[in-house]
């Protein structure tokens, strides 16, 4: 079997998505030696630069493409220098990402007799003569309102509508999205494989003092915080945690620290700080490199996720592989993933978040309880899993 995987998203820049498609990538080669690989590299983006990394497996080719007779690149800046007021709008009306997925890849699987192809971002190409399995990071967009703008709310129209009825199998990432999808996408239920993500085994407790200490000086956090790893727009909820911190602020000496870049529609929780007057409470540390980012969760007193809606869930586990109590919402899948071994409340209940922010930090029974739980859950995720779980997908196409 020949499966070409697309690799526009394989930056660990971009998130959860650039995340599981460097680790599923990584996982499937190191546990099949069977099989052949074809890995498509875009011409843009940071993935663009990726090529190569995988060149020491012998089942593997990497393709570079190539969009135009120009690169896309060079005309893109062409036309940004040219016309610099509307590059937007014609961004809007014309991604590059669009036209290399349904025009240059479709090209390239043929051109290598690829049996199954597989794309870890968000689309898969209209037409081809090979099995297709696309995968849903999110469906937010049906079961949270208002949660993401009019691009994007019209780009999903648009891949439902259009896109997704070319797949073969569709891959979700856990059962809550998979009743989600049944619910509200028009796509064949029978068709979806659950698969769950897994946890590098990067993310462990550390116990090194000195890696520790180093983490602390270089990111210049508190001797004691609260940790929010997400990006902030409205889904994540980050005003829950902002109005918490601001009941419990005289009875903890603890910060929150956010890991995370804002995306959009973000001003209002910070105007919130600034009216909770909590600004100094709160420090964003933007983006954390993946390697560094187990540091951070071994030095925090505890996670919170207060997300109105996560399909899998990542940083949950993460924390717990790090020995991180993790406080999140009852909402989505984070029941499901944490599975009885986090703090959970409701998200719209400050006040519940608040009692669980102070049994947290302040009573060590309940602490360590949450430590061991958190330890054992976290050990039943593992991208190998993912792996043999996602294989399976390819060879039912195959």
Not at 19 to 37: C, G, K, M, S
Not at 118 to 143: Q, S
Not at 161 to 189: C, G, W
Not at 372 to 389: N, V
Request: charge should be positive; glycine fraction near 4%.
């Amino acid at each position: 079997m020949r499966t070409a995987i697309l690799l526009q998203s394989c930056d660990e820049t971009m998130g959860g998505i650039g995340i599981y498609t460097l680790e599923i990538v990584r996982a499937l080669l190191r546990i099949d030696r069977e099989n052949q690989y074809v890995l498509i590299y875009p011409e843009f983006g940071a993935a663009s630069r990726r090529i190569g990394q995988f060149r020491h497996h012998d089942n593997v080719v990497e393709v570079a493409t190539r969009s135009t007779r120009l690169p896309v690149q060079f005309w893109w800046r062409h036309v940004a220098r040219l016309a610099p007021s509307v590059m937007p709008r014609i961004r809007a009306m014309l991604p590059i990402e669009t036209y290399w997925d349904q025009v240059v890849v479709p090209k390239v699987a043929e051109q290598y007799g690829v049996d199954v192809l597989f794309n870890p971002h968000l689309t898969i190409p209209l037409r081809g003569r090979f099995g297709k399995v696309a995968i849903m990071h999110a469906v937010e967009y049906h079961t949270v309102p208002d949660v993401y703008n009019l691009r994007m709310y019209t780009w999903w129209y648009l891949l439902e509508r259009f896109i997704l009825p070319s797949a073969d199998r569709l891959i979700s990432l856990s059962n809550t999205m998979t009743e989600a999808v049944r619910q509200h996408v028009k796509y064949p239920i029978d068709q979806v494989r659950t698969i769950y993500h897994g946890v590098s085994d990067k993310f462990c407790v550390e116990t090194d003092a000195a890696r520790l200490a180093a983490a602390r000086t270089k990111y210049r956090v508190p001797e004691r915080f609260i940790l929010f790893v997400g990006r902030l727009y409205p889904e994540k909820n980050f005003g829950a945690l902002a109005r918490a911190l601001s009941r419990v602020k005289n009875d903890i000496p603890h910060s929150v620290v956010v890991v995370g870049q804002p995306r959009y529609k973000y001003k209002k929780d910070l105007d919130l700080l600034r009216e909770l007057g909590i600004e100094e409470r709160v420090q964003f540390l933007d983006y954390v490199p993946n390697d560094e980012l187990p540091l951070i969760y071994n030095l925090a007193d505890c996670l919170v996720n207060p997300s109105l809606f996560e399909a899998f869930g990542l940083v949950q586990i993460e924390a717990m592989a790090c020995g991180c109590p993790v406080i999140a919402a009852n909402t989505g899948a984070i029941p499901e993933i944490t599975g009885g071994a986090a703090v959970l409340f409701a998200p719209h209940d400050w006040e519940e978040l608040s009692r669980a922010i102070l049994s947290v930090t302040c009573d060590m029974t309940v602490r360590r309880d949450l430590v061991d739980r958190g330890l054992r859950r976290a050990r039943e995720f593992t991208w190998d899993r993912a792996a043999h779980a996602t294989l399976n997908v390819f060879k039912e196409l195959a």
